[in-house]
């Protein structure tokens, strides 16, 4: 379990930050939020960074999400409210990954790599030109 | 399936209002808001009144949520927000009922009864005369 | 708050039982089976006898679920499995009420009724006679 | 994105296997199941492989999941359940990871690794040599 980059425990790091509610059905037994209940959060952050940037093209063509890296780093509690910083990290032939951070009351509490690949109906597809170019427009700094 | 009184199709009828966000993971294969995520918005509505009303005395007492009545009365969407409007109906001798209307770019979609009864070690207790008071006080107009 | 018909209280008095499992992330901080996992459980049981007794019709036709009632009797666990008893109730013009009852260690937990209506590209839509005759066939006996 | 070993591809390489449910509330737009319920069906079968191997000390110590590597290797359906296949990778001083595959209709369709902590109230704590021997006993062939 590597450590996250420094760059990565401050929200202003990233290109673009959404808030998402917590919700009661989040917690556990503990009263902390669940690891499933995180990825739920980050999930959303991630939906809505997508579609607040444009880059969320999925009727026109089809996005698959192919791996979900979570850290956790600390404790999640509700009813707070979490911050979800997100930008644009690496950006290969087909595919690309989203980094996030959780914060919670400015504590880092999750990040999130999530690699996605484009699609079409013959199969994994070559990024278009245009679309890579507007990856490249919410690049992180560190990315 | 009995339609619901017209005063709760308003949102100002209601003595509070939170804004609860929607979620990707809360649609269902059409694409709307399934019936469990409606329920799971609803919870966060009402869980957030009892929180900002002063309602959730959880901690020295036990409640316990012994029925819920949703009614779906139009289609919900993800990425806008639901504004979940609740208030106090009946007031019985051990129990009440939290009155709630979910709704979507300003159109109900869902109402919710929750009959709520409180407990104690020794199994349901009567609400205490200064509790009562504190429920009266956000007693829907028309409850 | 009724309590609910003596006979709802035995899983045999039902026409289709469907063991549903419970997951970790159903519970609360109290340990037990929140509101919302109880909904979704009741759900899956739900949707599962339709499939089971070829009531799903859902591609041809479309179903729209109108009402839900849960009575919260007792408190649910992880990981015991759910046993989920349904049957049909009353059955009108354009609606049926499908009758649930949830056990955990043969005690019954909840119980749910769900109305659903059946629309078509029209609005909602008359029961076709075939169709009916079909859920006559998995009323419960004091439906 | 690196591709599973070839070994975590067959269930039979893994010392456990749980059969978990698909919920219908697991289910996204497209119809398949959505990233999030599928971290929901790994964490039960993970959740209950502690469980059925004694390997769950939860009530004497304290355990944190730090890290969840999701890949996604195909589609997933409802109502056919999955198999969450389980055992025990790395073990390090203070960690160990548990690597699950989840296949359904015996096609593997997402693998996970979780990295899990020992922690006691003074912070995080070695494992004791009892527990390592326990985890030793579950370890997968080619960890």
Same mark, same amino acid.
């Given at each position: 379990?590597?450590?996250?980059?420094? =760059?990565?425990?401050?929200?202003?790091?990233? +290109? *673009?930050?959404?808030?998402?509610?917590?919700?009661?059905?989040?917690?556990?037994?503990?009263? *902390?939020?669940?690891?499933?209940?995180?990825?739920?959060?980050?999930?959303?952050?991630?939906?809505?960074?997508?579609?607040?940037?444009?880059?969320?093209?999925?009727?026109?063509?089809? =996005?698959?999400?192919?791996?979900?890296?979570?850290?956790?780093?600390?404790?999640?509690?509700? +009813?707070?409210?979490?911050?979800?910083?997100?930008?644009?990290?690496?950006?290969?032939?087909?595919?690309?990954?989203?980094?996030?951070?959780?914060?919670?009351?400015?504590? +880092?509490?999750?990040?999130?790599?999530?690699?996605?690949?484009?699609?079409?109906?013959?199969?994994?597809?070559?990024?278009?030109?245009?679309?890579?170019?507007?990856?490249?427009?919410?690049?992180?700094?560190?990315?």
């Amino acid at each position: 379990m590597a450590r996250p980059e420094a =760059w990565r425990l401050s929200a202003e790091a990233y +290109p *673009h930050r959404e808030i998402i509610q917590t919700r009661f059905q989040d917690l556990d037994v503990l009263g *902390h939020i669940n690891n499933v209940g995180m990825a739920a959060i980050l999930e959303s952050g991630r939906v809505k960074f997508n579609q607040a940037t444009g880059l969320d093209a999925w009727r026109d063509r089809r =996005w698959l999400v192919a791996q979900v890296i979570i850290n956790y780093l600390g404790e999640g509690h509700f +009813p707070a409210d979490v911050v979800v910083a997100s930008g644009i990290g690496q950006i290969g032939t087909r595919s690309w990954t989203i980094l996030s951070t959780a914060f919670q009351h400015d504590v +880092p509490i999750a990040t999130c790599d999530t690699v996605v690949v484009m699609s079409s109906e013959g199969g994994l597809t070559a990024l278009p030109d245009e679309y890579r170019a507007a990856l490249e427009g919410w690049r992180v700094p560190a990315g």
